[in-house]
């Protein structure tokens, strides 16, 4: 193929020659678009959609039997968005997976630019995450945080299996590329030691549930705000991810809530309903429900029950994109 001159392009007689000769140096016609680039509002491509702790917890223990920590990084299941082509992230920017560690089991030790964090949904006394260096304990309610690049490995020296919900920024740091991951290289001797330390929680790492629960009593009640009664966790508590621990109080109806930023509910305590533009998921405990991007959505508890509200907020506020239709 021989290269093009600035006078043969200027020659081109129709649009059709001209297409044909654009598309060899790599330009396309702004004017000839087969998809638009701009549009009216937000598109909504994420899905409403519900998890169940209780299916998540049947396919972990066979998990269990059939992967150990040794093959795999983590034992998770990822709670992928049904969108269209989707096989990741449960919103367009944060991911989160259900993930197991059995009792004497450690989840080998690295660090990566992805922020993450664990929401404990079944943990006996004895299971810790540590933090650069730090041994956490981990119980049922309490939030840990694993700032990017903060090394993090997971143990359980207790007798019993431990669950967790994991929220990632990963689909985030994708879309934007500073991607880094590095193995723990002392990973094989650093948790022994840390089996015998006392768990702490006397980290900024970690929000206590006994912590979170006082602050809700404290905290101006606004039963029918969109997110009932609600504090912030941090604030925000990952640069890329805000944290709101929710009280729904029984019967009432949420104010419904549309907004440009991506929103995940996991359940603490209780049950109730949720309804995703228009689309209604019952809830109980454990179960994660995906309010993406301008899908409106409100929540009915049917008991005194806490959700925890993982979004992506920071983000939208920090870039001017956030927005709110009311
Ligand atoms: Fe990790």
């Known amino acids: 193929m021989s290269a093009l001159t600035r006078e043969e392009l200027a020659r081109s007689g129709s649009l059709e020659e001209l297409y044909g000769k654009l598309d060899r140096i790599g330009l396309g016609p702004g004017w000839n678009k087969p998809t638009p680039s701009l549009w009216t509002s937000p598109r909504k491509t994420f899905q409403p959609a519900h998890w169940a702790y209780e ?104 007798k019993a299996c431990a669950y967790w919900l994991d929220f990632l ?38 929000f206590t549930l006994a912590e979170t629960a006082q602050r809700l009593d404290a905290a101006e009640a606004t039963p029918a705000g969109p997110f009932g009664t609600a504090i912030e966790l941090g604030g925000p508590a990952l640069d890329t991810v805000g944290l709101h621990m929710m009280r729904l ?35 109980r405990r454990g179960d994660v429900i995906a309010a993406p991007a301008w899908r409106p959505h409100f929540h009915e508890a049917a008991d005194d029950a806490l959700v925890f509200r993982v979004t992506d907020e920071p983000v939208l506020q920090k870039l001017g994109f956030y927005r709110i239709n009311s």
């Open 55 to 158: 299916l998540a917890r049947g396919a972990l223990d066979a998990a269990g039997r059939l992967i150990n920590t040794e093959l795999a990084e983590r034992r998770n299941l990822i709670l992928f968005n049904p969108a269209e082509g989707n096989t990741y992230g449960t919103v367009r920017t944060i991911v989160a997976a259900y993930q197991m560690i059995m009792p004497g089991e450690w989840a080998r030790a690295h660090r990566h630019t992805p922020n993450a964090l664990r929401l404990i949904l079944d943990a006996e006394p004895g299971t810790y995450t540590v933090v650069d260096g730090l041994n956490i304990a981990m119980e049922p309610g309490d939030v840990l945080l694993t700032p990017n690049w903060s090394t993090h490995g997971h143990g359980n020296a207790s």
């Open 249 to 283: 109080a029984p019967g009432v109806r949420t104010e419904a809530h549309q907004s440009t930023a991506n929103n995940i509910y996991a359940i603490v305590r209780g049950s109730g309903v949720t309804d995703v533009d228009g689309t209604r998921f019952a809830w």
């Open 169 to 206: 920024d990963a689909p985030l740091v994708q879309l934007l590329e500073p991607m880094f991951f590095e193995p723990h290289e002392e990973e094989d001797q650093s948790h022994e030691a840390f089996d015998e330390d006392p768990p702490t929680k006397d980290s900024p790492f970690v």
